[in-house]
């Protein structure tokens, strides 16, 4: 039962989230404010602008959550290059709501070449620490794909 209400309140929020940004963001991506990448925490309040953190530059510094937030995690990427991201694995504290690209801003319709952002919002269910692994390459080169670990630190 308690999984069955988790997809609920999870399909509830991507059609939320989706349905309040149709007009804009299914045609551009908002501009991440660092290089590395950056996570967004979900509140349901679109009025505001929602809060952005910068993905630190240590792999052992841990992104902070807390039991019970929704969060975006939002990585550069060039799809049109053939490089995609790919979520190796994840801690358990986390489950997957959805998996997103949008184009950059500075894309233009036609336009071939434009990067953008690859978004995976995730609901944080539990306390705990893990590790969040992606890689960034073509399927067809993996020996340069580059790797990228996240720690997360869950709180009560």
Known sequence: MKVMKQMLLATTLVTISGGAFASESAQTAPQPPCDAGFTTIVTGDYSKA??????????KQAVTMKLGQTFTLSLPANP?????????SMPNSLMLLSVDYHNSSQCKKGMIGCGGLRSY??????????????????S????????KNI??????
Request: charged share 20%; hydrophobic share 35%.
């Open 151 to 156: 720690a997360i630190s869950v709180q009560p």
């Open 80 to 88: 049109s290059t053939g490089a995609s991201w790919a979520l190796r």
């Open 50 to 59: 929602p809060q952005q953190t910068c993905l630190p530059t240590d792999p």
């Open 140 to 147: 067809w080169e993996k020996d340069s794909w580059e790797s």
């Open 121 to 138: 919002t995730f609901e944080v269910v539990a306390a705990g620490v893990g590790e969040l692994k992606l890689n960034y390459g073509r």
